[in-house]
Each structure stands twice: as structure tokens, then as C-alpha cells.
């Protein structure tokens, strides 16, 4: 039990550190991703945000597997996102509750919004909140925020 402990520490130790960054300063730039999920606290170990043409993916991933992945396409081209705006959750955003979790376990966004906050392009930060409710094929619901 002890050298469970210890090897998970230390996995995530290291995911920690290799999920920094430095910006142009050589200032550490710390991320985080976390959430509600069904009023429960959620916090990723790491974290991701890609652009692909116009879609924005934010992902984040806790130490348990748990994911919330949330997609953002919005009408306008990339560069010209401005914060304090509603954003609709794009089609494919979803959270899932283990690493191993079948398709019919994976909670599949209906409806939700995503407010940023901060969108730096040159540091590659994004900010901001997000909300959504989502369902699995059984209808079992939950509520992300």
C-alpha cells in the first residue's frame, strides 16, 4: 500500500512539473483546469488547448482519469475570439468518468457555454468558465461547471 502511495505521488509529481511552461521571460506560466461536476470539486493534473482551423479544444485530465474535454467553434475566425462572450459548446464536448469508460458511460454535452476571460495568443493562454449538461445514451445526466 505504502509503494502505491509512494509511485503515485511521484507520477504526480512529475506530470506536474512537465505540464509547465515558460513564457518569453522564463517565467513558469502554472495552468489549471477545474470544475463541479455534480456539485463534487474536479481538478486536472494536465491539461491541454489545441486549435484545429476553427475549433478550439480545452481539455483536462485529473490524476484518476476522469476528462472534460470542451470544444468551442465559433463563427468567427480564430483571431478575432474577444473575451466576455458567450460561446455555445461545440458538438463532441463531453466529460468522462474513467480512463476506461465505454461509450455508453461517456457524458455527451446537450447544452453549455464557455465565457473567456483571457485569450492570449502570443503566450498561447487561454481563460475564462465554462457550464454544461451532459448525458450518457442511458440518460444519466450531469451537470459541469
Known amino acids: 500500500m505504502k509503494k502505491t502511495l509512494i509511485i503515485l505521488v511521484l507520477i504526480a509529481t ?14 513558469i506560466i502554472v495552468a ?4 463541479k461536476i455534480n456539485n463534487t470539486d474536479w481538478s486536472s493534473t ?5 486549435k484545429t482551423g476553427n ?12 476528462t472534460i474535454e470542451i470544444k468551442i467553434t465559433p463563427d468567427l475566425t480564430t483571431s478575432n475570439l474577444t473575451t466576455n ?5 461545440g ?3 463531453l466529460y468522462k468518468p474513467t ?4 461509450s455508453t458511460d461517456i457524458y455527451f454535452a446537450l447544452t453549455g457555454t464557455v465565457k473567456l476571460t483571457q485569450l492570449d495568443m502570443t503566450s498561447k493562454l487561454v481563460s475564462g468558465t465554462f457550464n454544461f449538461n451532459g448525458a450518457t445514451t442511458g440518460i444519466t ?3 459541469i461547471s
Open 14 to 27: 512529475t506530470t506536474i512539473f512537465n505540464s509547465c511552461k515558460k513564457d518569453s521571460n522564463g517565467n
Open 32 to 35: 489549471s483546469m477545474s470544475a
Open 46 to 50: 494536465v491539461r491541454t488547448c489545441t
Open 55 to 66: 475549433t478550439i479544444v480545452l481539455t483536462g485530465t485529473s490524476i484518476d482519469g476522469k
Open 85 to 89: 462572450v458567450d460561446y455555445k459548446i
Open 91 to 93: 458538438i463532441g464536448s
Open 99 to 102: 480512463v476506461n469508460a465505454s
Open 141 to 143: 445526466l450531469v451537470t
